[in-house]
């Protein structure tokens, strides 16, 4: 059957402006996205733009906006959307375009990494490295689900604090990834990671708006993370009875 596929195109050396190609192609209703962007790659247009690398949701190289909507390119089937119409394929939204479907990514490792900017040691890497830090089943089931983020960019592209409210925001993402070591029974520095959350543009800015677990390929329920976060930094700052 043929589908239509309308794909955003914007090439910096020639284009003023971006605009949209339109390619009618022949796919079947179980083919992947990313299959039928390597279809119109290798057959119609060989300019055609895009990141991927495993093709099977793990390594996060193919996010794209799909109908609006973020989501990984290789993990969206043809027959997820009504195909009777034309199927939009558009860059990751809030990023900035470098070519076609291929976004600048380095706003959201930043972010990722600004979580750790004050260097804070880590048990886990520092500590004692003659002593085994044992960790039960109950406990690692405490951060057992960030630890599924394959780094895609697809929350910070659907979050609406950062697309229309707050670019600066540390993101979901980053607040994940902090989540990951503030639950960590091997942590010890809690406290200091706690307060790094706070900084301006920090975890307080998240609205709880859910978009970000929406669209998570990893099906991470990071909104969850968060709000737990939150919790635990409302928990240490109430004075400790004796
Ligand atoms: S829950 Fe927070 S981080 Fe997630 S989309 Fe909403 S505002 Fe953004
Ligand atoms: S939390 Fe989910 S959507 Fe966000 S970067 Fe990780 S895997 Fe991608
Ligand atoms: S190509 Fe690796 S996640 Fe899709």
């Known amino acids: 059957m043929k589908v239509v596929f309308k794909i955003y195109r914007f090439n910096p050396k020639i284009d003023l402006e971006p605009h949209f190609d339109v390619f009618n192609v022949e796919v079947e209703p179980t083919d992947r ?33 799909i109908n609006g909507q973020a989501a990984l390119a290789c993990q969206k089937l043809v027959k997820d959307f009504d195909y009777s119409q034309e199927i939009v394929v558009e860059p ?22 600004s979580i750790n900017a004050q260097r804070i040691p880590t048990a886990l890497i520092v ?51 902090a989540h990951r070591y503030i639950f960590d029974s091997r942590t010890t520095d809690v406290t200091e990671r706690l307060a790094v959350m706070q900084k301006p543009h920090g975890i307080w800015g998240c609205k709880s708006y859910y978009m970000c677990t929406v669209v998570c390929p990893k099906k991470i329920k990071v909104t969850q993370a968060i709000l737990r976060t939150k919790k635990k930094i409302i928990l240490e700052q109430q004075p400790k009875s004796e």
Request: proline content about 3%.
């Open 33 to 65: 996205i990313l299959d039928c962007l390597n279809k119109i790659r290798w057959t119609m247009d060989s300019s055609l733009s895009f990141r991927m690398s495993c093709a099977h949701g793990i390594c996060g190289s193919d996010g794209l906006t």
């Open 127 to 177: 500590g004692d490295a003659e002593k085994e830090r044992v960790q039960n089943l109950e406990e690692r089931s405490e951060f057992d689900d960030a630890l599924k983020c394959i780094l895609c960019g697809c929350c910070y592209s659907a979050c609406p604090v950062i697309t229309e409210q707050d670019s600066d925001f540390v993101g979901p993402a980053a607040i994940l990834r």
């Open 92 to 113: 990751l939204r809030y990023f900035d375009v470098v070519k076609d479907l291929i976004v600048d990514l380095e706003p959201f490792f930043k972010r990722i990494k």
